[in-house]
């Protein structure tokens, strides 16, 4: 089983609404990634799990908060977000975060914030 | 520091056409190197990699690639296309070795159309 699963598809928001977004592997990677995308462009890195633990995070806004509560699921919390917050937002997950594993994505929650 | 040069945004073809998806690199390191696949209104999904060993690698779909050091390109290509294959396609590049900094540096894409 090579899927990343992500609910919901499609989620809209107002700004002061609070939701998550929920991501699910169980090909027993150790490494799990939030990305954000807009509209024609390439993915942009926000998170980055290993085994667990916060590896990275790019600076993110704290309206974004991710959460790892084990090894197969990862979360990311939205509160006060913006309009400009709207995109596409994928998780992704690897054998490990480390050279030439390959990344596996979900298929994305389309957030509208309005 | 690396970064990926699509040297296409968009490139439209016709069934049954050649087409090559053109990717430049820059790295001070030595890289790996990924094709992706972004179909509408889905995530990503893996075309085909380079890690070692044999400069020309064969992917799903009938998509193969060739790592050519010397110019730093990778460029994708497939002898006969689909509409099917209509999507968007990253090219991506990750460090290869020595540092802890594994993260995925996108190209801008290139947009694939095929037309019957």
């Known amino acids: 089983d090579t899927e990343v699963t992500q609910t919901p598809k499609h989620l809209v928001m107002g700004m002061t609404n609070k939701k998550s977004l929920k991501c699910e592997q169980h090909?027993?990677?150790?490494?799990m990634y939030w990305y954000k995308q807009k509209a024609k462009k390439p993915p942009e890195l926000m998170f980055v799990?290993?085994?667990?633990?916060?590896?990275i995070n790019e600076s993110v806004p704290s309206r974004f908060s991710p959460e790892c509560p084990n090894s197969s699921l990862l979360n990311l919390h939205l509160h006060a977000l913006q309009p400009e917050d709207s995109a596409l937002y994928l998780c992704a997950s690897s054998q490990g975060f480390r050279e030439g594993y390959e990344q596996y994505f979900g298929p994305g929650t389309r957030l509208t914030v309005t | 520091a690396q970064s990926v040069t699509q040297l296409d945004s968009q490139v439209p073809v016709f069934e049954e056409a050649p087409v090559e998806l053109r990717c430049n690199y820059s790295?001070?390191?030595?890289?790996?190197l990924f094709w992706y696949v972004q179909y509408p209104n889905q995530g990503l999904q893996l075309l085909l990699k380079?890690?070692?060993?044999?400069?020309l690698v064969k992917g799903i779909n009938g998509f193969e690639a060739e790592f050519n050091k010397s110019q730093t390109s990778f460029h994708l290509r497939k002898p006969s296309v689909h509409i099917s294959d209509t999507a968007e396609y990253f090219c991506?590049?990750?460090?290869?070795?020595?540092?802890?900094?594994?993260?995925?540096?996108f190209g801008k894409g290139t947009l694939l159309t095929v037309n019957p």
């Open positions: 790295s001070s390191v030595s890289v790996y």
């Open positions: 799990y290993s085994y667990e633990k916060l590896s």
């Open positions: 380079y890690l070692s060993g044999s400069t």
């Open positions: 991506a590049v990750t460090p290869s070795s020595g540092g802890s900094n594994y993260k995925l540096t």
């Open positions: 090909m027993g990677h150790r490494a």
